[in-house]
């Protein structure tokens, strides 16, 4: 169990590292020299105040971005630039901070999308869906409704989710990704705008997931209790440049920290 | 009282005194709903899986033809000019991904939009630079397209079908029950329909944007060939073509821009009624109604139903 205050957990190797990354939008530094790693099985958050470069770091890491300098190494491998199509190959999964889904099709079809990947047969089998691409079919199927199931949505599997409550969007987009079997799953923000009942709920799935499926998880998220509860490690950023990596313990007490989060007299 | 006898009554007194020309009517307004329904299904497939209505569909559909014809004036036999003209499809798919498309991704539809205005004018000129701008004649006997027509007496009288129209009909319902199938059930198909929720989210679960959008402009492009080969055998292949793509509108329009049961059914409800329409009323008001009936039916259409028949259900959370 992970308590605030309690003994961390050990963590296996590093999975994925970011080596001294810098990624600028014309004049601005998103993310200046940063360096942090993330390892096998963990959960690590990367927390800082508004616009401190969160939501460019997961997007660097799943190679919607390509940082001007930098690298990322992952498995063993040290890419300078990753397409998302890569990522999403080597197993990387993310949900997004305004919910992502596909608006139009159900919460079935949504987490179906996420099994792409996965298929392999032929397509002309698909289009008579017969033989070998029916036995596919079948057995994604029966994952996806394992997930369906283990995130408790069986109700709505069948309902476009446009039509959902935002909480519940937010459950399925995190169904989409958990079909994609990753090894290591980024959650930006997701507990964003949820109530207190619904980000108990939200926790419960993010640790069950870490448990039951061992996948490493990176969060990105306000919420301090969340985070301090929820995570293994955490990386601290501000404008761009990490200002502190370690135990929430630590972290809570460190005074660049205190800092950041609550200004400092001059 | 007449002109209520004459809108409302005679026509239907005239359809029920020769059922043979009302049925020889139906059936040309069947055959020109299927073709319609086939320019339709071009924008339905672009429209589902990028949310753009692509105005370059007409044109697609002239230079395929225009690409068929010349290759055989150039003494390509036809049906290695026939698989070349796919190829040049194909080629023409990945050129538009590359260069018009991969550049707008996550953009604003409205910019994807004007992004195929630009795609049409280009095809007309590059058109005309390399086949000419004169009309030229489809190469029907070379595609072993049968002519003539069948007589059949039937309904008191005497109906006659071209074969032509026949193989037309056969052709598009088989290509249309194969894009069903295509878009509901199977992995790409899937995939399709999320890129056109979402290009982030769909990139996300590694769906390949580039790769998604050549398939569907090279479907739009067999769509436009064999269309392009039916009109083009009707009338000749020029770039005057390219209007009947308007035709599309009011199908689309009718059977909701997202759905493949909707071009069909909305391409027969256009092609059935505007012959009707010509036929049975047009001598009220002298005629000339084919270039205008059809926006009408769409209009009554619209009032009842904003989302077409069987377009997806407007959703929105506020």
């Not at chain 1, 300098?69 to 080597?90: L, S, V």
């Not at chain 2, 409800?269 to 047009?282: A, M, N, S, T, V």
């Amino acid at each position: 169990m992970r308590a605030p205050g309690g003994p961390e957990v050990a963590v296996g190797d590093v999975l994925l590292s970011v080596e001294n990354v810098s990624l600028s939008f014309g004049g601005v530094k998103a993310v200046s020299d940063v360096s942090f790693d993330i390892r096998k099985g963990e959960i690590r958050a990367i927390i800082g105040p508004n616009g401190a470069g969160k939501t460019s770091m997961l997007n660097i890491i799943n190679g919607f971005y390509h940082p001007q300098q930098g690298r990322i190494n992952f498995k063993g491998e040290t890419r300078a630039r990753m397409r998302p199509h890569d990522a999403a190959h080597g197993g990387i999964a993310r949900t997004f901070q305004n919910v992502a889904l596909f608006r139009g099709m159900t919460a079935l079809d949504n987490i179906m999308a996420g099994r792409t990947l996965k298929m392999h047969t032929n397509f002309f089998w698909q289009l008579l869906r017969y033989g070998p691409a029916m036995t596919e079919e079948v057995e994604h199927r029966r994952r996806v409704e394992e997930i369906i199931d283990f995130l408790k949505i069986q109700e709505i599997r069948r309902t476009p989710v446009g039509r959902l409550p935002y909480g519940l969007q937010k459950r399925v987009e995190l169904g989409r990704a958990l079909a994609m079997e990753p090894e290591l799953l980024l959650l930006d923000e997701p507990m964003a705008g949820m109530n207190m009942e619904e980000k108990e709920d939200m926790s419960r799935f993010v640790l069950d997931v870490n448990d039951h499926y061992g996948t490493t998880i990176a969060l990105i998220e306000h919420d301090m209790g969340v985070v301090m509860d929820l995570s293994d490690r955490v990386v601290v950023l501000d404008h761009g440049i990490k200002i502190a990596d370690g135990t929430p313990n630590e972290v809570k007490s460190n005074q660049a920290v205190i800092d950041a989060y609550l200004g400092v007299a001059h | 009282m007449d002109l209520f006898y004459n809108i409302i009554i005679d026509p239907f007194a005239q359809m029920a005194q020769a059922p043979d020309l009302l049925a020889q009517t139906l059936w040309e307004g069947l055959v020109g709903g299927m073709l319609y329904a086939l320019i339709a299904l071009g924008f339905v497939l672009i429209f589902k899986a990028s949310g753009v209505f692509n105005f370059a569909q007409g044109i697609m559909v002239v230079f395929a033809a225009l690409t068929l014809v010349g290759l055989h004036t150039a003494g390509v036999p036809a049906f290695l000019a026939l698989g070349l003209t796919i190829v040049v499809m194909f080629v023409l798919a990945w050129t538009i991904e590359r260069v018009v498309l991969r550049p707008l991704v996550n953009q604003p539809d409205i910019i994807l939009f004007m992004a195929t205005f630009g795609i049409t004018y280009f095809l007309i000129g590059f058109g005309e630079f390399v086949f000419g701008g004169d009309p030229k004649i489809m190469i029907t006997e070379a595609l072993y397209l049968p002519k003539g027509s069948i007589t059949y007496k039937a309904f008191g009288g005497v109906v006659s079908l071209q074969r032509l129209d026949i193989v037309a009909v056969i052709v598009a319902s088989i290509m249309v029950a194969g894009l069903g199938v295509f878009f509901s059930k199977t992995r790409i198909g899937r995939a399709l329909r999320a890129v056109a929720d979402s290009h982030s989210a769909a990139l996300s679960v590694g769906i390949s944007l580039d790769q998604i959008w050549v398939i569907v402009w090279f479907a739009a492009g067999l769509v436009a060939l064999v269309t392009g080969i039916f009109w083009g055998a009707r009338s000749d292949v020029s770039f005057a073509l390219d209007v009947i793509a308007l035709k599309a509108l009011p199908v689309l329009i009718l059977g909701g821009f997202t759905s493949i049961p909707g071009a069909i059914v909305g391409g027969l409800i256009i092609g059935i009624g505007e012959k009707l329409g010509e036929f049975y009323w047009g001598p009220l008001i002298g005629g000339g109604t084919d270039a205008w009936f059809a926006y009408v039916i769409a209009l009554v259409f619209l009032l009842f139903r904003p989302q077409g028949l069987f377009g997806e259900k407007i959703i929105e959370r506020v």
